[in-house]
């Protein structure tokens, strides 16, 4: 069945997993204590704030007791839809201020760019809330790339390894399951993709291991649509 769409996730496939852990992670953690405390009155920051101590099962708990849960999260690494949707908003002031850059593999710019020109719908799918995929792409150090994509999915959509979350995704995209193409450096997505009826390529980046028994390849280059 030709491919209509292409989803993509980000860390470990357009993006380097050492730009998220080593940049953008620790610097929501440096800055989300600051953060939380001058701005938990405003209602973007209130409701989620309100959704941790909800998922924590604190509904009582204080700002400083919540900044407590929230950096305890990014040390688990949880991927907890609150926490995803502050650090977002912690990434946008260092966006903005011109502290962070968005990393994106030199070669994922080239397909994805080369994929819209051609008339392919592209969609991102990652864990990170909407607004940080937004960021990654739109103040990236190859300039603003989020004119080629068509729609954003994060974990409301829900979780990354679950095969009704693709079954979601592909009824919001509007196309046959069949022909949207996932991409994913973690075989247990591309898994629950190929369950969902996706086609699914791998990207096994710097010598990576073939992904299960979908097709691999160490570069967007590689991908033969």
């Known amino acids: ?27 929501a953690a440096k800055h989300l204590p600051d953060f939380v405390r001058e701005h938990a009155e405003d209602p973007e920051v209130a409701m989620q704030l309100g959704a941790v101590r909800l998922d924590s099962g604190e509904p009582e708990a204080d700002v400083g007791r919540v900044i407590e849960i929230l950096q305890q999260w990014i ?33 994922a710019v080239e397909a994805l760019k080369a994929w819209h020109e051609k008339g392919y719908d592209l969609y991102v799918y990652s864990s990170g809330s909407i607004q940080a995929q937004q960021l990654i792409f739109g103040c990236s150090e190859a300039g603003d790339l ?44 591309l898994d629950a993709a190929q369950q969902a009826g996706m086609q699914t390529c791998g990207l096994a980046r710097e010598g990576g291991k073939k992904l299960g028994d979908h097709l691999t390849v160490s570069s967007f280059a590689e991908i033969d649509i």
């Open 146 to 189: 989020t004119p080629l994509f068509s729609g954003y999915f994060d974990t409301t959509s829900g979780p990354k390894r679950e095969a009704q979350s693709y079954r979601h995704i592909t009824e919001a995209i509007g196309c046959p399951a069949g022909k949207i193409l996932f991409l994913s450096d973690i075989v247990e997505e």
């Open 75 to 107: 040390a688990e690494d949880r991927k907890a839809t609150p926490l995803k949707a502050l650090q977002g908003m912690i990434w946008k002031q260092g966006y903005e201020a011109g502290e962070l850059k968005g990393h994106v593999y030199p070669d």
């Open 1 to 27: 069945m030709p491919i209509k769409a292409i989803l993509t996730d980000i860390e470990g496939t357009t993006s380097a997993v050492s730009f998220v852990f080593d940049v953008l992670f620790p610097f």
